[in-house]
């Protein structure tokens, strides 16, 4: 410890006691002034001839004014003291309604999602069957969801980057392809971000390699030569894609009709994945 640490603590000293004794001198004139004011109450010819009155100014007199001081300053410690507790009492009440309106939050909360799972399950069997209907009337191969996500969970306000394959109808001409696109990243995807404002996709897999060959080889592992794309739209925002493989390049309804049947499926889809979401 040198000079200047020591000048600093005696400087630190110095004014700490400085701001005691002015806490000090105000406590005493405060007691002066409240001693001034009983003895104008008490004898209020003390302020026409000060002189005269304290001449004849006896011990009657002073406890006259020790007891009507000591008087007020317990009425006033008695009203600080009730005043305290009051506060006291109404913090207990504000931290007592926090701690409720958690609760009653948290509870909520518990009951809605308790709801949406319910109501996700409800509806798997519905949109099941509405790409089992997708798949046959257009003759494909596979008819799938690919969910947007941020990596977790569904969640408003966090950016979309991740996908994954929820659900999947298929022929007896193809695997099952779930695991292949399980959680995957979309911004590792070239092909995605070149046509995700386009909204509509439809072509072959030599197309897609031509602006993403990683893509293009993930589709070819499970059997696809063919496919199309649709933005699933929410009312809060992006929820994916329905998707449409074929394993044949040739052997496919046209065009307009492939995406005709994808826009009329992805507004049944839209609404009944919106509903189960939070």
Do not use: C
């Not at 893509?215 to 063919?226: D, E, H, I, T, W």
């Amino acid at each position: 410890m040198g000079f200047d640490d020591i000048n600093k603590i005696k400087e630190n000293l110095e004014e700490k006691a400085s701001h005691g004794f002015g806490y000090f001198m105000k406590n005493v004139l405060m007691v002066v002034l409240i001693l001034i004011a009983m003895v104008i109450l008490t004898n209020p010819d003390s302020i026409k001839d000060p002189q005269e009155f304290f001449a004849n100014f006896d011990s009657s007199s002073l406890w006259t004014v020790a007891i009507l001081f000591f008087t007020i300053t317990g009425f006033y410690q008695l009203y600080k003291s009730v005043e305290r507790d009051q506060r006291k009492t109404h913090k207990k009440e504000r931290i007592s309604e926090y701690e409720e309106a958690i609760k009653h939050n948290e509870k909520e909360a518990m009951e809605h999602h308790k709801y949406l799972a319910q109501k996700r399950m409800e509806n798997n069997v519905l949109i099941d069957s509405e790409l089992k209907s997708l798949l046959i009337n257009l003759d494909a191969d596979r008819a799938a969801i690919l969910e947007m996500h941020n990596g977790t969970y569904n969640a408003s306000g966090l950016p979309f980057v991740y996908a994954d394959m929820s659900y999947e109808q298929i022929s007896t001409n193809v695997g099952y392809a779930k695991d292949e696109f399980r959680n995957f990243n979309l911004a590792k995807l070239p092909f995605v971000a070149l046509h995700y404002n386009d909204k509509t996709w439809i072509g072959s897999v030599d197309d897609i390699e031509k602006e993403d060959a990683y893509f293009a080889a993930k589709l070819r592992v499970v059997g696809v030569s063919y496919g199309a794309f649709v933005i699933l739209e929410g009312v809060n925002g992006p929820i994916g894609f329905l998707s449409l493989f074929f394993k044949s390049e040739k052997n496919h309804p046209p065009k307009a009709k492939i995406i005709a049947e994808l826009n009329h499926s992805s507004q049944i889809l839209s609404a009944l994945l919106d509903e189960s979401r939070e």
